[in-house]
């Protein structure tokens, strides 16, 4: 059986060696625009879009598109670089043997189409090793309206970080970020989008990510901190495919990576027939389906409940599957009616989805002003307060007394 082969780039040597060879690769089409290849990949003409220079790498939503497809991306490079987080994509030296640069794309294009197939050892040990090399990416998602996602999102953060766990908060609202705000951080830099550029120029070195991020003291802990964008109208530089790749290698170097995103998920039909058009709602529903865990933060009145539902609806339209742990927010008599959580139980049952209930935080508007004001999380500024015990539960830590810490600062 052949394998279809679409060449980008003025590598006629190429060409004559994967024919010279007479294996199971055959040419079918050399481009030299990314353009066209593209448009050859999108019809369905080849297996292997195979790529003879650096300089010629499609972007990353190309790549995306093209891996999405099963087909796999070949780069030809004078130094390959190791440890890709594309599956579908290999890098390999420009001088090959062409036995084994076949043996690479049969093996990768089994991956793709048929992974049941894949040896049952190696999927265990595989599984194994990602266990113990990586950590856990916890998203926090909630409908429009302001219940309370990135406060408590936030001090999630503060308190996994003060239980020893080293902690990347990354503020992917491309609406309203808040993160830098509520630490009391003065920063245009917009940490996430230096992360999209330092994974745009083709790097995915550790050291190069933490150094876009800051480091905030938090009593006896220090979080890393992506801050947001400060101007809304700045979203095009935060893109979906260039943060998912930023996300897996800091996961892969930190116990936790929390993220904050936007409300909105649905996608514009008309746009995505264009490849090259971006869309705004692609990183909060690619960091959805990139998530180990998903908190929904649910307004706990006659107004967030239903907006809830509603929301609901609409991701399991865009990214069907998903499970979510639902967090009621700003619980109290006043909104919700006597016995509020047993209200609130009851209303769930009767219309809400079939997601499980995980937390019941209180509404505590002192607290929360009290952070706000000075800049800080609550286990700083009100660290005995019931809210904060709550938001300890969602990571399974017992309450206990805690002495008043000192205010957190940015220290690098």
């Known amino acids: 059986m052949s394998i279809s082969v679409v060449v980008l780039g003025n590598g006629e040597h190429v060409v004559r060696q994967i024919e010279g060879y007479r294996g199971e690769l055959m040419v079918t089409r050399v481009c030299e625009d990314i353009a066209e290849a593209i448009a050859a990949c999108a019809v369905g003409v080849a297996d292997v879009l195979l790529v003879s220079g650096r300089e010629l790498l499609p972007p990353l939503e190309q790549i ?167 101007r809304s109208s700045r979203w095009p530089e935060v893109r979906a495919s260039a943060l998912r790749r930023a996300t897996s290698v800091l996961r892969e170097h930190n116990d936790l990576v929390v993220l904050d995103v936007a409300s909105q998920v649905e996608l514009d039909e008309q746009l995505s027939f264009d490849t090259q058009a971006p869309q705004r709602n692609a990183v909060t529903v690619e960091m959805l389906r990139c998530s180990d865990e998903v908190f929904m933060v649910v307004a706990a009145d006659s107004v967030g409940i239903p907006r809830a539902l509603r929301a609901i609806d609409e991701l399991e339209d865009q990214i069907p599957g998903v499970t979510l742990q639902i967090v009621f927010n700003k619980i109290g008599a006043a909104n919700t009616g006597h016995s509020p959580k047993r209200r609130l139980l009851e209303t769930w049952d009767r219309f809400g989805p079939n997601h499980c209930i995980a937390g019941y935080l209180p509404q505590d508007v002192v607290s929360c002003n009290a952070a706000l004001l000075a800049g800080s999380p609550l286990a700083e500024i009100a660290p005995r307060s019931t809210l904060r015990t709550e938001i300890r539960g969602l990571l399974g830590i017992k309450s206990t007394e805690t002495r008043r810490k000192r205010l957190s600062r940015r220290i690098g």
Not at 82 to 102: A, D, H, K, Y
């Open 64 to 230: 995306d598109a093209v891996t999405s497809q099963q087909m796999v991306l070949v780069l030809l490079d004078e130094k390959p670089r190791n440890g890709g987080t594309t599956q579908g994509m290999i890098e390999v030296n420009e001088s090959v043997p062409m036995l084994e640069l076949e043996l690479l794309v049969v093996q990768a294009l089994r991956e793709l189409t048929h992974p049941d197939e894949l040896d049952e050892a190696q999927v265990s040990e595989a599984s194994e090793q990602a266990k113990l090399s990586t950590g856990k990416i916890v998203c926090f998602w909630g409908a429009a309206g302001a219940p309370g996602r990135s406060t408590v999102a936030l001090n999630y953060a503060v308190e996994a970080a003060l239980s020893g766990k080293t902690v990347v908060i990354l503020d992917a609202d491309t609406f309203a970020a808040s993160i830098s705000i509520q630490l009391g951080l003065l920063d245009e830099s917009a940490s996430i989008a230096q992360l999209c550029r330092v994974i745009d120029s083709g790097s995915l070195e550790p050291a190069r990510l933490d150094a876009t991020c800051l480091s905030v003291e938090v009593g006896t802990a220090i979080l890393k901190v992506a801050t947001g964008l400060p």
